[in-house]
């Protein structure tokens, strides 16, 4: 059973839409995906009406945190998308992306890049825009080669030359929102130094007797020792072990199933949440 329990969509910053991205894991011999696009739920229904009879939806989002000026991402699981208190907060993170985007667009047209916002809001489309968004302005533009090297010092990291801070959720506040909708909550690539700066491993211990259900271990920003201390951290902390590809699409490298998750911490998952339940595929709409 091969169940990859971190993807997005065109509903955030991946290149497929939600029906695109069923078909593909699918196709990629997944049997379980989960949908985790930032911040929002949007792209649930076309995801649910085009699953293909074999594959198993589980839908979520990763919700963006920040803890002591560092910036973190929990993926929550089979929450209840219309539950209050967590739905304002993802709106409050969501609306405050659009000013974001247009200072850091400001900030690099003032370090000589010919970036305009019609260009990112184009390559942005539906989704909640993004700093991948503008990532992918600056490789057309040749400012760099890849998505991945915009995020550095130099532009789009944190503290990055064009860097410009949005509202972020507090991840406690994240784990008691996420719980109170019947979710369960998972540190995303924890360790992902290349991303920037990462929360000390005392702090993950602050999250799991908070209330954290577990740790994206196995990913691409992650080395195999890092892998395996976090592995160790997990269990010493009690915490569920999870792995998926964080595939985007064509906007990143990593392809989907590139790592999974086991079946009994995903049976663990589902046993925890009650907002919602995983979507069995029944053969949906198969065309394009």
């Given amino acids: 059973m091969r169940i990859d329990l971190h993807a997005h969509s065109t509903a955030s910053d991946g290149t497929d839409t939600p029906?695109?991205?069923?078909?593909?894991?699918?196709?990629?011999?997944?049997?379980?995906?989960a949908l985790t696009d930032?911040?929002?739920?949007?792209g649930y229904a076309d995801a649910i009406d085009a699953l293909p009879a074999g594959?198993?939806?589980?839908?979520?989002a990763e919700l963006s945190c920040r803890l002591d000026g560092v910036s973190m991402h929990m993926l929550a699981y089979l929450f209840d998308p219309e539950e209050p208190e967590l739905l304002a907060e993802r709106e409050l993170v969501r609306d405050d992306r659009t000013p974001r985007a247009q200072g850091m667009i400001a900030r690099l047209r003032e370090l000589g890049v010919p970036i305009t916002w019609a260009q990112v809001a184009r390559i942005a489309g539906d989704g909640s825009v993004g700093r991948p968004h503008i990532a992918s302005a600056l490789v057309e533009l040749g400012v760099v080669p890849t998505v991945n090297d915009a995020f550095t010092e130099q532009w789009l990291s944190d503290g990055g030359r064009a860097f410009v801070e949005k509202h972020e959720?507090?991840?406690?506040?994240?784990?008691?929102?996420?719980?109170?909708?019947?979710?369960?909550?998972?540190?995303?690539h924890p360790a992902a130094a290349k991303r920037g700066r990462t929360v000390p491993e005392s702090a993950i211990a602050e999250l799991a007797a908070a209330g954290l259900d577990g740790i994206e271990v196995d990913h691409m920003d992650h080395e195999p020792e890092t892998r395996a201390r976090l592995r160790g951290l997990a269990a010493e902390l009690g915490l569920l072990s999870t792995g998926s590809s964080d595939y985007h699409g064509s906007r990143k490298t990593c392809l989907l199933g590139e790592f999974t998750t086991d079946p009994e911490v995903y049976g663990e998952i589902t046993r925890r949440a009650t907002g919602a339940f995983p979507v069995p595929g029944a053969g949906g709409n198969q065309g394009v």
């Fill in 55 to 60: 594959l198993t939806l589980v839908t979520g």
């Fill in 169 to 188: 959720t507090d991840p406690f506040e994240a784990i008691r929102l996420i719980k109170g909708a019947g979710g369960v909550a998972v540190f995303a």
């Fill in 38 to 42: 930032h911040d929002t739920t949007r």
């Fill in 19 to 33: 029906a695109e991205l069923v078909r593909n894991a699918a196709a990629a011999g997944l049997d379980v995906v």
